[in-house]
T-cell receptor, first 113, second 112 residues
């Protein structure tokens, strides 16, 4: 069964460093999302991506964040200068079409020291 | 009013009990509805879609009430393995793209 994959599973970084979180969505899906979840808190929407551009972003997704789909398979989230409060689980999700269910990757746990 | 609201719980129920969760949504143009299950430190996984006519999958029943703008999830004969957080998800079309909104989740703990 096709699945969304994410790498790495755990990333530890120093405050101020750049990190790139990688996702491979399900191959025929059209809509892509990043979410984050701070330990013990709710799933928070970061950004959605459709037709090679950002379709929506939340207040969390400030200038330190960017997304790319460089080659038609990978979907990346970059955090330019990490802060302590960026420590969280980051989930990628993809969706085949409008109104369908999302499929989530297993997440990347980001720890900023 | 929040776009999607859920009682965070926790709901502590004995094994074998029936438990129901509600979720209200604010946008009357919402088109599709889902219940996801999230285990601790894991990704959300689709439990079931919610259809207008209501739908059942084994011990789980989902219903949609468009007039009152809520969806519900009923779990019969609760098992210990049902312990998880249940997330309500609502989709609607906004400005040419699909907006997906999550509720905060309802935590269920099934007790032996």
């Amino acid at each position: 069964e096709p699945e969304v994959t994410q790498t790495p599973s755990h990333q530890v970084t120093q405050m101020g460093q750049e990190v790139i979180l990688r996702c491979v969505p399900i191959s025929n899906h059209l809509y892509f999302y990043w979410y984050r979840q701070i330990l013990g808190q709710k799933v928070e929407f970061l950004v959605s991506f459709y037709n090679n551009e950002i379709s929506e972003k939340s207040e969390i997704f400030d200038d330190q964040f960017s997304v790319e789909r460089p080659d038609g398979s990978n979907f990346t989230l970059k955090i330019r200068s990490t802060k302590l409060e960026d420590s969280a689980m980051y989930f990628c999700a993809s969706m085949s079409g409008a109104g369908n269910e999302q499929f989530f990757g297993p997440g990347t746990r980001l720890t900023v020291l | 009013r929040k776009e999607v609201e859920q009682d965070p719980g926790p709901f502590n129920v004995p094994e074998g009990a029936t438990v129901a969760f509600n979720c209200t949504y604010s946008n009357s143009a919402s088109q599709s509805f889902f219940w996801y299950r999230q285990d601790c430190r894991k990704e959300p996984k689709l439990l079931m879609s919610v259809y207008s006519s209501g739908n059942e999958d084994g011990r789980f029943t989902a219903q949609l009430n468009r007039a009152s703008q809520y969806i519900s999830l009923l779990i019969r004969d609760s098992k210990l393995s049902d312990s998880a957080t249940y997330l309500c998800v609502v989709n609607y079309r906004s400005g040419g793209y699909q907006k997906v909104t999550f509720g905060t989740g309802t935590k269920l703990q099934v007790i032996p």
